[in-house]
């Protein structure tokens, strides 16, 4: 069981900013990395959908024998992971807004959340909101999706300004008005979002922006220490996997510097 894959997933590139930082943790672990860009994005289905996605994918994950598996993604993690629990056996952790941290590191009362638009709208994240957020504090939305979209596509990568636009876009809220006059903290709640925080600390540099993939990195070694499954010595392997569009997904994480073989699988279902 040592030598099990930790499997983390999302429906892009975005597990690439959880498994960085799971490398730095536990530079001997084996991961899988399953890239379901059949259906990208997440952020666009129902709840029902989201759910039969989720699911489903757990499902033939288990096939490879993980011992723990990250949904690499804040909005199935918010809408559908508490339910999902209660019917896969595997460990499954997944990822959501910092909220709680950034309360606690806000001077000025008033934090921004970035996210996909289902995920700023959805229930769950109210819910969220209200066990986490004391309320003296404010909070803004972002959609961030044409963000997502930027970088699912290796835009980013390739058109400093067209990144830079479509940021200013997202973040005008108060009609070009400096938003760091009002909020100091913001929660990069999408795993894709953390590949364009030098775009976003440029732009409003007074701004504290919480990737919470780094507690994502501590949680998982906790609980692998916890239950004696930490691999502490022998070579890391990574397995790539992606469901649809291999040739641009190999070339765009090539490009951020993951080398390794991509194997295209079957998600339709």
């Known amino acids: 069981m040592i030598s099990n894959p930790i499997a983390v997933f999302d429906s892009g590139v975005g597990s690439l900013s959880i498994i960085r930082e799971l490398k730095r943790e536990m530079p001997n672990e084996n991961m899988l990395y399953l890239a379901d860009r059949a ?41 559908v992971l508490d339910e999902i629990r209660k019917v896969i056996d595997v460990p499954l952790l997944g990822v959501k807004p910092p909220l709680k941290r950034a309360s606690r590191l806000t001077k000025m009362n008033h934090i921004g ?8 709208l959805s229930k769950e994240l109210e819910d969220q909101i209200r066990r986490e957020v004391p309320q003296k504090i404010l ?14 596509n290796g835009t980013f990568l390739t ?13 005008d809220k108060d009609n070009n008005k400096d938003i760091s006059k009002n909020i100091d903290v913001i929660t990069l709640s999408s795993s894709h979002l953390p590949f364009v925080k030098n775009y976003l600390t440029a732009l409003m540099p007074t701004i504290n922006f919480v990737d919470p993939s780094r507690s ?18 022998g070579r890391a392997n990574l397995l790539v996997l992606v469901s649809a569009e291999k040739r641009h997904f190999e070339k765009i994480i090539h490009a951020m510097g993951i080398k390794e073989y991509v194997t295209e699988v079957d998600l339709t279902f």
């Open 39 to 79: 259906h990208y994005p997440y952020g666009n289905k129902s709840h029902q959908e989201l759910r039969n996605i989720i699911l489903n994918t757990l499902k033939y994950l288990q096939r490879y024998k993980p011992k723990l598996i990250v949904l690499a993604s804040n909005t199935p993690s918010v809408q």
């Open 113 to 120: 959340v970035m996210a996909t638009e289902r995920t700023l």
């Open 139 to 152: 909070i803004t939305r972002f959609n961030a999706s044409p963000i997502i979209d930027l970088i699912e």
């Open 159 to 171: 058109d400093e300004r067209r990144t830079f636009n479509t940021i200013l876009r997202v973040m």
């Open 216 to 233: 994502v990195a501590v949680e998982v070694k906790k609980f692998l220490i916890s239950n004696r499954m930490l691999k502490k010595n």
